[in-house]
């Protein structure tokens, strides 16, 4: 058993519900206690961590990533050994995939595999979400085991017709109807198909191929269509549902509404969709900023914000689902239609919230811990997770916020050759994590082991 004692000492200390200067001590995986700096005496400590100048969080809970994923052709860049080195160096703890099965396959088994192959190859915490292509007896019979196996969320898609993962109206409303009975929660990815199609089909034939009419093609009203659709919907079969890479205007105004009808809907945005707009799309090389929604307008961007600083968005991911840039070049054939979709995004998201959000007044760290740590932490039923309180796990990020650097894909640690932010300077930099006390990071490099992070079983609290 681990007994190790650890005092990390006179930081300045940032929760959802405190800021302040404290000292935690930290016996074995969990922390102790918190108190002012001085509180405790050092000399009955086996390890002193100086945390003065640095601000002292709860390790960052990442909810949404696509590691070792299929699309399209390629496969994301990052796997489970690859993907938690890189949430290391973003002062991430604990980070949630989907795994991936086939149209039909087993929910079960796949948790089964995805727990085999990945046995001693995480750095950090992890746990899994499950996807869900069809609505048919097998996969409804499935989701209450599902969840008492530790994996309570699935998520859905309303697009993707063309490659099988298309929920219709009558699918949604018998998984919502299940969901509500098994105590989980349904992610769900909100694109209305026949309009993205439709647009796409017609652009492909009037000769339309650049890179910009991914945009184009996937219009933000196609995104509000879905999300209107989802909440009529859970009027009919209400359940818990949580909507993913919410990327416009209008989408977190009729997030808000349902919250205010009472509907338990919640949702989140990414890091992308809040700093970068669909000009990317623009030039020769537009298809590494290619995702599904794609890239908005600066209104929506300002929107995100402001919804992100009071709601009704509750978590800010990565949505990391980044591929070779040579591959899904190759894979588009010079079609906007055809690329892979994804980006990688783990390891920037603490920097750069703290960077365009903290620095810039949009919100505060509180409310950046928040985003990134507390609320995913609660909502995907992590309760030793996203708080420093005494019982908690001892998952703690030390971030330097005065150290200043240049963001590209050469001076960050993903297994990616590309940067969605390259050449952008940034503040704020992850100097030291400890994921149930176990140091992962120190002075800005990993020195943790593969074996250390374990399959999290996640419990849902309605």
């Not at 005496?41 to 949404?64: C, Q, R, W």
């Not at 070779?324 to 998201?349: A, H, Q, T, W």
Request: proline share 4%; hydrophobic share 35%; net charge negative.
């Amino acid at each position: 058993m681990n007994t190790k004692k650890t005092l990390i000492h006179d930081g300045l200390v940032v929760t959802k519900d405190f800021i302040g200067k404290y000292d935690i001590v930290v016996r074995g995986e969990k922390i102790e206690a918190l108190g002012t700096c001085g509180s405790f005496s050092k000399e009955t400590f086996d390890e002193k961590i100086n945390a003065d100048g640095l601000t002292v969080m709860p390790g960052l809970v990442e909810p949404h990533v696509h590691f070792d994923a299929p699309f399209m052709g390629g496969t994301t860049d990052h796997d489970l050994l690859t993907g938690t080195k890189a949430c290391a160096y973003g002062g991430i703890t604990s980070v949630i995939s989907f795994s991936n099965q086939s149209k039909g396959a087993s929910l079960i088994q796949n948790v089964k595999d995805w727990d085999e192959k990945n046995r001693g190859r995480a750095y950090v915490d992890w746990s899994m979400h499950s996807l869900i292509y069809d609505a048919g007896e097998s996969t409804l019979n499935e989701i209450p085991d599902l969840v008492k196996m530790g994996v309570p969320t699935y998520k859905c898609f309303t697009t993707y017709r063309h490659s099988g993962r298309l929920m219709d109206d009558d699918s949604l409303l018998k998984v919502l109807e299940k969901t509500a009975q098994s105590d989980g929660m349904l992610m769900i990815h909100c694109e209305h198909d026949a309009t993205c199609e439709y647009l796409t089909c017609k652009a492909i034939a009037e000769g339309h191929k650049d890179w910009i009419y991914h945009a184009k093609t996937r219009p933000a009203t196609a995104e509000n269509m879905a999300i209107q659709r989802v909440v009529d919907l859970m009027k009919i079969a209400e359940a818990p549902v949580y909507i993913v890479h919410a990327s416009t205007e209008d989408s977190v105004r009729i997030i808000a509404d349902a919250k205010a009808d009472g509907l338990p809907i919640h949702a989140e945005t990414c890091t992308h969709y809040m700093m970068l707009t669909d000009e990317k799309l623009s030039g020769e090389d537009g298809y590494l900023w290619i995702c599904s929604p794609p890239l908005r307008k600066n209104h929506d961007l300002n929107q995100l914000w402001i919804a992100a600083e009071k709601g009704p968005l509750e978590v800010v991911s990565s949505d990391d689902a980044g591929l070779p840039s040579r591959m899904r070049k190759d894979l588009s054939e010079g079609r906007f239609d055809k690329v892979p979709n994804g980006m990688p995004g783990v390891e920037p998201r603490l920097t750069l919230l703290y960077t365009e959000g903290v620095l810039k007044k949009r919100i505060d760290l509180q409310r950046l811990v928040a985003l990134t740590s507390t609320n995913p932490a609660k909502l995907f039923g992590l309760k030793d997770k996203g708080t420093l309180q005494p019982g908690s796990d001892a998952d703690i990020c030390l971030f330097d916020s005065k150290i200043e650097w240049i963001m590209t894909a050469s001076t960050l640690h993903m297994n990616t050759d590309f940067c969605p932010f390259e050449g952008k300077k940034v503040t704020g930099k992850t100097k030291a994590l400890l994921c149930r006390g176990e140091t992962v990071l120190r002075d800005y490099e990993l020195c943790g082991s593969p074996g250390h992070g374990k399959r999290l079983f996640r419990r849902l609290e309605h």
